[in-house]
Structure formats: structure tokens, C-alpha cells
């Protein structure tokens, strides 16, 4: 009852089909107690734990900080969005325990880590631009499917490559919805008290507290310009003007200085003009004014569009090569 048992009722009362009820007995065998060598992230929000079930299930439970009774509703709040989402760039829910002192989530586990990880950790063995493009293209057609497609349309409000997962396919899964908002089908934005993360938040919805499908089209660009240039969305050690990833991105670009921040590993492997493509939608993406970006759906066609040509293009190169080593 603590932790929102009436709250959570009251929510999947009509849903066709509710979440898992796990107990904490249950979790703990999975844990092993919540050892600290089942942790697999940990973040403001709290810790992630690796488990595995009793039938071998390999789950990812998501065990908040936040205790507070004015924070209950945000957990339940990405308990019942994530039960009415299936898509299969979605991360899944799979059920809740309400039985611990703090709430617990549990997922599928997605063993691949993080976009983030791949963009700017791991170096050894880089993304390539192939696999890059896929991720943000199943990234924004499963928002365009989150805006326009759901029972009830969701704005995400915390898009950022720490959200984007990637299971062992290197399929694109998002990510943590507890700051995701319901959208009624006659509403064009809704006010609300402004969440989200420096260097991905929409300047307009941050001075109006006006939350609209387009601050997730903003927080996306943001995604693009870190694929292509793996720099972070913010450098607070950097010069002043190249702080913001954004501001920067778009000031070199109207200055034709945008192969200076492009990753040189994607400038050899691709070639600009394709690179060009994506930096010209990623900075109508992050337009100041939210009228003037495109919408996901918009994003997502074009984002196939360019995919299907680098393909076509590849297909000629192998091509053009077998005949000359004929």
C-alpha cells in the first residue's frame, strides 16, 4: 500500500493485460541478496541489478532511490506506460515488486549496454557507421510509434544515448519511461514542471514548462550530433562557444567548419556527404522555435531513406571492386 499497491490498481483496472507481481524472496534468489556484483548501472534515478529467475530467465531490475511518497506516482507512472507499449525497439517490461521498502522494476535484460558506452567508452572496437545508423533509425521509429501509433501518445521527455540500449543484435531497445508523460489526442502540449538532461533539454520547453512531442524530436538531434561527432552533449571544459554539442554542431555547420567536428573514423568509412545528410537533419531537429523541427514520424522516413541508399551504395562499391579483382 506504501509503495502504491491502490495507485497501481486503479491504473491497469481496464488494461488488458497487468504486469507481473514479483515478490522481493523472489528477487533476492535472483540477486543473490542484491549483491553488488549483480549491479550493472547506476544512476541518479538508483541501481540496476542483473538477475536471473528461478525458470532461467535473465532479467534487469531496476531498484529506485526515490522513496518519497510524491515520487511514488512516478514509478507507477513507468509502470503502466511501459505495460501498454509493445515494440520491438521498446525495452519490455516484465512485472514489479511493491513488497521492498523502495519499488523495483524488472525487464528484459539487454546484455549490449548503452549507446553512450559504445559512442564514448568503448573504443577498442568502435560502432560502425552502419550499425550507428540503424540504432537512431529504430530509435526514431519507435518514437514516431510512441507519438503517434500508441494506445495513447507518450512523450518520452528523457531521450539521450544512456537510454538507448542495444541487446546483442545491436538493436536499438529505449529506455527508463519514469519521466514519460500521457498525451490526451485533443492536447498539443501539456505544462509541466521541467525534467530532463543538460545538454539534451528543449530550450523551449525549458523557459515555457510547455512539454510537446517536438522536445523529444530536440533531445534526438542531440543523439545525432553525438553519433557523428562522438563528442559529449556537454563539455563544461571546453572554450565557452563549444560547451552545448548543439550550439556548437549548428554554429559550424552555417560556417561550413562541420568536418572539424565529425568522428575522422566515419569521415573515412563513409565519405561527407552522406555524414552531411544526417548533420543537415540533426540541426532542423534541434531548431529553436518547436514548429520549425520536423516531426519524429518525419524523422524516422527520412532516416529509412538514408539508410536504404548507404545500402544501395555499398551494394555498388562490392560491386564495382569484384570487377576489378576479376
Known sequence: MQNGGMLLQQRIYSQKQSPRIFSIDE???????????????????????????SDGQVVAIKKSKLVEESQIEHFINELVILSQINHKNVVKLLGCCLEDPVPLLIYEFIPNGTLFHHIHENSSTPLSWEKRLRVVTETASALAYLHCKA?????????????I????NYTAKISDFGASRLVAFNQTHITTLVQGTLGYLDPEYFLTSQLTEKSDVYSFGVVLMEMLTG??????????????LAFHFVGSLRKGRLCELIDGQLLDEVGPLHLFAIADLASRCVELK???RPTMYEVAVELNA???????????????????FF
Open 165 to 168: 540500449l542495444l541487446d546483442d
Open 306 to 324: 538514408l539508410r536504404r541508399l548507404l545500402k544501395n551504395q555499398c551494394k555498388i562499391r562490392r560491386f564495382f571492386l569484384s570487377f576489378l
Open 231 to 244: 563528442r559529449m552533449p556537454v563539455s563544461s571544459w571546453k572554450p565557452e562557444i563549444e560547451r552545448n
Open 27 to 53: 528477487l533476492k534468489r535472483a540477486t543473490d541478496g542484491f549483491s553488488e556484483e549483480q549491479v550493472i548501472g547506476k544512476g541518479g534515478y538508483g541501481t540496476v541489478y542483473k538477475g536471473l529467475l
Open 290 to 292: 518547436g514548429e520549425e
Open 151 to 163: 494506445a495513447i501518445p507518450i512523450i518520452h521527455r528523457d531521450i539521450k544515448s544512456t537510454n
